[in-house]
Every structure is written in structure tokens, then in C-alpha cells.
């Protein structure tokens, strides 16, 4: 089972992937690039691209993409932390505006 599934795996995203792993917390965190920081502690998926937030009466349903071998698969988590940039797919889904 998925507690929490983070959308970026960029410092804001291992950041809060680290805390989850430190009080264990199930999660899973996907993030598009293969550039950036990994940690021994945290698995961060990457190459893979959230294309849909969907909100549940019982908590969130992704929709994630394998972006080099185009393999969908669904996720559903109780919560969702999007630290995706200021594109925020999460933020465009819940219609939040961007505040600076």
C-alpha cells in the first residue's frame, strides 16, 4: 500500500522523501528526469512522468508514464505531495493559483 506518492525528485522532493523514509512512511516518488540527486535511503523512479491527477473520495489517483518505454501505469495513494516546479501538474489539476 501507498501512503504518499511524490510528483519530483528534485531537492524538494528527497527532501520530503527522507522524512517519509525516517518515520516509515510507504511512498513512492516518480520524477521525469535522470539528472538529479539520489540518496541510498530513498528510490526515486525515474523516467517516469505523472500525466494525471485524478482526487478520490478516499484519496488521489495518478496516472503515471514510463517516458522511455511509454508503460502506463495507475497509482493510488492516500496523499500526494507535488514539489513538480512552478508547472505544477498537481497545482494545474487542483486549479491553484501560483503565488510568488
Known amino acids: 500500500m501507498v501512503l504518499v506518492c511524490g510528483i519530483g525528485g528534485g531537492p524538494v522532493g528527497l527532501c520530503a522523501a527522507a522524512q517519509l523514509h525516517r518515520f516509515g512512511i510507504p511512498f513512492r516518488i516518480f520524477d521525469r528526469?535522470?539528472?538529479?540527486?539520489t540518496t541510498a535511503a530513498v528510490q526515486v523512479q525515474r523516467n517516469t512522468e505523472v500525466t494525471g491527477v485524478s482526487p478520490q473520495d478516499n484519496g488521489v489517483l495518478l496516472h503515471v508514464k514510463n517516458v522511455k518505454t511509454d508503460e502506463e501505469e495507475e497509482v493510488f495513494a492516500?496523499?500526494?505531495i507535488g514539489s513538480d516546479g512552478g508547472h505544477s501538474?498537481?497545482?494545474h489539476t487542483l486549479k491553484l493559483p501560483f503565488e510568488a
Open 33 to 37: 528526469n535522470d539528472k538529479y540527486l
Open 78 to 80: 492516500d496523499w500526494v
Open 89 to 91: 501538474l498537481c497545482r
